[in-house]
């Protein structure tokens, strides 16, 4: 009987529902000169941009029917008139893309965005819970969520991104990266230029192209940096710090409780000081000329250069060739 009634349940429950995940298409087309702006934001719905043709915009959305308790009984209605009238402005050579403006039809249905835009549109994106994806536009973006992933690759430009819980992957970008979340991973290759870089408790992970800067703070976890050639500063509590480069301006590491592990070419001319509190400090390039004691290492390497500051309350450094 129990079993019997659960499939009585279900079979009401399905017919009871015909709208679940249903989906009503749209699209349209602006034409518009350069250089254009796209303004999106979504509360759950997915956006996604990438290059298309010069001189026109191109918005391909999608409207589902939502599932949930307060979802509306005409949600059928609601979605197909918002498909057949979805919330795009248009004001001279900017294209805004919104969420339903009524609560009713906010609580219907979920609007997504597939968007082609010129490779010149200056973007700005902002979601609530839906994932974004830009790919291959060369004006600066800016992308803001609250809880999903932003995924973010060929941008001839730079890009300013701010996350709550979602993870963040850049593949490659050739302006300034400034990327903040609060409880998220950070990975980011192919950086031409500079990158600075916060967040709670997500691993920051790059790799650099060029000689930009890389300025990143973690509060609880690691940072892993690859072919840094600018500046570096790199400060965490208790994640492990690992730099792959050859320093040209001055590189400064501050743990808290993790060790710190740097790879630098043999040939690297640079003045180091690195200091522990209760780890141990191992310099392995050609020697130090200078003072070397258990947990601490201070004097030029090579003939000195750029100063490499390394500080670990009570994690271990190790300074070795590549």
Known sequence: MPLRATLAGLLLLATAHPALAQRFPFERSFDVTAPPTLDVSTE???IEIVAG??????????????????VPANAIDL?????????IERDGNTVRLRPPADEATRRAVTVSYQVRVPRETTVR????????????????????????????????GGATV????GAVKIDGAGGALTVSTASSAITAAGV????????????????????????????SSAILLRGARGGVLAKTQSGRVSIEGTPT?????????????????????????????????????????GSIAG????GAVNGGGPQVALTSRSGSIRVGAR
Do not use: C, M
Request: avoid cysteine; hydrophobic fraction near 35%; charged fraction near 15%.
């Open 44 to 46: 759950r719905g997915r």
């Open 53 to 70: 043709d010069a001189g026109q915009i191109v918005v391909a959305g999608t409207v589902t029917v939502r599932e949930g308790w307060n």
């Open 79 to 87: 979605a197909r008139k918002a498909a057949a009238a979805p919330p």
């Open 125 to 156: 994106a902002v979601s609530d819970s839906g994932a974004t994806a830009i790919r291959g536009v060369s004006a600066p973006i800016e992308v803001k969520t609250q809880s999903a992933a932003i995924d973010l690759g060929s941008l001839g």
């Open 162 to 165: 701010t996350s709550g819980s």
């Open 192 to 219: 031409a230029s500079s990158l600075h870089a916060r967040t709670q408790s997500g691993q920051v992970e790059a790799t650099f192209t060029g000689t930009g800067d890389a300025d990143v703070e973690t509060s």
């Open 249 to 289: 301006r001055s590189w400064t590491v501050t743990t808290g409780s993790s060790a710190i592990t740097l790879a630098l070419p043999g040939s690297a001319g640079f003045s180091i000081d690195a200091r522990t509190g209760s780890g141990s400090v191992d310099v392995s390039p050609p020697p130090v000329n």
């Open 295 to 298: 947990r601490e290492v201070r």
